[in-house]
């Protein structure tokens, strides 16, 4: 069973969908024990990772989340869900994250050239790194859906995939359990749906 | 290279799609989840839904509608029609659309798109545009292309981009319909203004429209058409394939 952390922030329909299609159980929750009992975690997120990081602390998540993957469970961050994973945040000030993958979220304005459009939205092709058991079922330059404004800095030794956008930006991490996905899986068609079905499948 | 999107757009009245469609194949020709899973397996890279509804039990059976189709494909889903207020945008998403397309709704009310923003994010809110000539210059209509506002367009979409606005859709009046290709001068002149995406729309009637487009105008982002894709006019695979031959990034 994969349990979605529900901490108040973006909506869950179409990744519960999206798991559902692949044919894996999935529960939306925000309880404790049964984040504990799943056997893996999904970690969502949209909007600002400031606001985020506080109510996934607050609600005493992001300590659940934390002990579950350094004891070896799967777990999958999408988006901003990902950006969450890294140790420190420069959107709108400096903020602390969960440090679970080496590096740091910086505002992709700073890499990519003036003249291109921010966010970096639509369909990118990624560029595989190594050969991730996240993406079994993919082959190199397949698209997948990206809306963005960050992008995970100085990771190298955890990226997957890059896509290209006036620079190589940081498209997927892992770090032993723990994968981050930058784009959106449940939003990527096919490409996407293979993503989670390989995750369910770790 | 981020590809150029390709975007299939939906009439939907009480729950039906409307404008009518002409597939082999398909068992419900006017079943938007079909439609939409058939448009989603031919390689549509994104679904636009509007709603045409008037009633009030209409618009329910289109969230039911929507739903339904959130939870069959997976790519991404912007709706509009009849979006006036914040409710309007919370009740859609609600039901797994990504991204609100307004168009009257914001130009009775220009606070809706900064209030929308501020809650869902700029990416979510797109602002639709159905512009003509009038007198030399590029009008906003209102109501379906009915009533002249009296707006410039240039400094109404560059307005609601300041406000918020994540995407632009430039319908074309003057193009809409005659087949003669996008509105090439309007969507430039659209480009030059603001630095979001912008959707050509309204002109397309075969799969030299779209690289044209793509090629004298390499800022548009996406092209969005209706009835030569629900008349089989223009075959998504074919038109994918041009335009990866022609040079122009798409997804495949």
Not at chain 2, 125 to 149: H, I, M, N, P
Request: proline share 4%; hydrophobic share 45%; glycine share 10%.
């Amino acid at each position: 069973m994969v349990a979605i952390i529900d901490y108040g922030v973006g909506n869950l329909f179409s990744l519960q969908s999206s798991l559902a299609a692949v044919g894996a159980e999935a529960v939306v929750t925000s309880d404790p024990r049964v984040i504990r009992e799943a056997d893996r975690i999904l970690l969502p997120g949209v909007g600002a990772f400031g606001d985020a990081i506080t109510k996934l602390r607050k609600s005493g998540l992001a300590e659940v989340v934390t002990e579950q993957a350094r004891a070896g469970k799967p777990l999958l961050g999408i988006c901003l869900g990902m950006q969450l994973l890294f140790e420190k945040s420069y959107e709108y000030g400096e903020h602390e994250g969960l440090g679970l993958i080496h590096g740091e979220v910086r505002p992709i304005a700073d890499v990519i050239p003036g003249d291109l459009k921010i966010p970096h939205i639509g369909w990118n092709a990624l560029h595989l790194r190594g050969a991730s058991p996240l993406f079994r079922y993919l082959k190199e330059g397949d698209c997948v859906y990206f809306v963005h404004s960050f992008y995970g800095a100085n990771c190298d030794d955890s990226v997957i995939a890059t896509a290209e956008y006036g620079a190589e930006l940081t498209a997927a991490v892992a770090c032993k359990n723990v994968y981050g996905c930058q784009f959106h899986p449940e939003k990527s068609g096919a490409v996407g749906l293979n993503i989670l079905r390989a995750f369910c499948a770790l | 290279m981020i590809t150029k999107r390709i975007i299939p757009c939906l009439d939907v009245k009480n729950g039906r799609v409307v404008k009518g469609v002409n597939f082999l194949g398909l068992h419900d020709v006017s079943s938007p989840v079909e439609l939409a899973r058939y448009y989603s397996e031919q390689g549509a890279d994104e679904l636009v839904f509007y709603d045409i509804t008037a009633s009030a039990e209409g618009r329910a059976l289109f969230t039911d509608i929507l739903t339904e189709v959130a939870r069959t494909i997976f790519i991404p889903l912007t709706v509009g029609g009849g979006i006036n207020t914040v409710e309007d945008f919370d009740r859609v998403l609600k039901c797994g659309a990504d991204k609100v397309s307004v168009n009257s709704g914001a130009i009775r009310n220009p606070a809706l798109i900064t209030e929308a923003a501020k809650r869902y994010g700029d990416q979510c809110v797109v602002l639709s545009v159905d512009v003509k000539r009038v007198g030399g210059e590029f009008r906003v209509f209102a109501k379906g292309g009915r009533e002249d506002t009296g707006m410039e367009a240039i400094s109404w979409i560059r307005r609601c981009v300041n406000a918020g606005a994540g995407e632009v859709v430039v319908n074309s009046i003057d193009t809409d319909g005659v087949k003669k290709g996008f509105d090439l001068p309007m969507l430039q002149a659209v480009c030059d203004a603001v630095s979001v995406p912008v959707i050509a729309s309204g002109g397309a009637g075969r799969i030299a429209d779209f690289t044209t487009l793509f090629k004298m105008l390499p800022k548009v982002d996406a092209g969005l058409a209706a009835s030569i894709f629900h008349f089989h006019e223009v075959d998504l695979h074919d038109l994918k394939r041009e335009l990866a031959e022609q040079g122009i990034p798409v997804r495949r």
